[in-house]
């Protein structure tokens, strides 16, 4: 079986754990506004779709699909009061705040010109000199790829690993970095989540999520230590290039990866502006549901960060396409009651994609996709998949 054959039946696999989670994510999803009358004599409690509604009256579709008016006291009520209307899909893309969402893309703006000056700096770490002009180019290049022309896929890391090796000889490093770029983004992100689920209300989960966040930043620390521990590196790591194949191409990429870490100050200042990138992009997702109208109420804003950067966790496992329906059954999870409807959180996981969306298709004009079409293989058979 061919890499080509092997990298197909990868991505069916994905299609279809993709397709799973999204029909999980979507169970009991109502398009459109439902709502439930009160029990009668000769009925019990109907659930009918809500085709309008004002202070007096709502108006429903009976099955004939024929409008009937109903006195608004018919309208059943929940424990605490409140009419069992549940709106749908639509009336929750249709209700979003326009202001909220504009201030959400504004926010999302700077995201790729940090994220290309972090590339930039961690290049340099590895003597690999490119303009500030450059980063930016490839950066959104990548960034086009992996959320418009091949969704989910790896084509924006390919795409910056060629761009960046036009500028070097040292190829392998410049791969090892684009590896490092994506660790030390998750780095950022596992610091907000974590620093949130501490900060917000004394909801056990987001204990639960800051402990295991807070754990895996301890495990990237220790792998660093070990990396560049010289004995332990000498008499393990050293040790275990020998048996494996590819010697040479293991001591760069391990090479490399000390020369990253012992630039102690920039490898800090990469982390910071990680860090700052994630709150603006997390950020953006908690201005995202407060233009849907979810509950902010008491100490709940601060919860929305905490879930909303685990939500961007989850939807980093490369099990799905770009995370679609994993990061949905995370909001679900999260946010489904207590915050918002089943509408509510799922508009949230579209809007967020679509910031991604917007700030990747500038990367268009600096993407020549048959260049890049033509190059891919001879970077892979060069590099490795």
Known sequence: MTKRQKKHIFTVLRIIICVVFVALAVQGLSIHDKVTLKADSSNGE?????????????????????????????VAVDSEGSERIERGLGTAFKSSNP???????????????????????????????????????????????????????????????????????????????ILFDRV??????????????????????????????????GIFLLGAWMITAPKLSELVLQKMFARLPGIEYLKRIHGATERLIRHRPMLLLCLFLAVVLQFMVVGAGVLCARALH??????????????????????????????????????????LGEYGTLPQLLCLAIWVRVLQLIWSLPGALFTSVSQYRQQEKELEDELGE
């Open 294 to 335: 979810m509950d902010f109420s008491g100490d709940k804003a601060w919860d929305y960060f905490a879930y909303i950067g685990c939500g961007h966790m989850v939807a980093a496992i490369p099990i799905s396409l770009m995370g679609i329906g994993t990061m949905e059954i995370a909001y679900k999870q999260f946010f």
């Open 46 to 74: 109907r659930v009918c779709r809500l085709a309008g509604e004002d202070d007096a009256t709502v108006t429903i579709l009976t099955q004939d699909g024929e409008e009937q008016v109903v006195p608004r006291e018919n």
């Open 99 to 177: 202001v909220y969402l504009f201030l959400a893309i504004a926010l999302f703006a700077p995201v790729p010109l940090i994220q290309s000056l972090r590339f930039q700096l961690m290049l340099r770490a590895q003597e690999i000199e490119l303009t500030y002009w450059e980063s930016v180019k490839i950066t959104m290049g990548g960034n086009f790829l992996n959320f418009v022309f091949l969704i989910g896929s790896t084509a924006g890391d390919v795409f910056k690993a060629y761009c960046t090796t036009l500028h070097t000889e040292r190829k392998t490093e410049a791969v090892t970095t």
């Open 184 to 217: 030390v983004g998750l780095s950022g992100l596992l610091v907000v989540a974590g620093l949130m689920s501490f900060t917000g209300s004394a909801d056990p989960m987001l204990r639960k999520l800051g402990v295991f966040a807070l754990v895996m930043l």
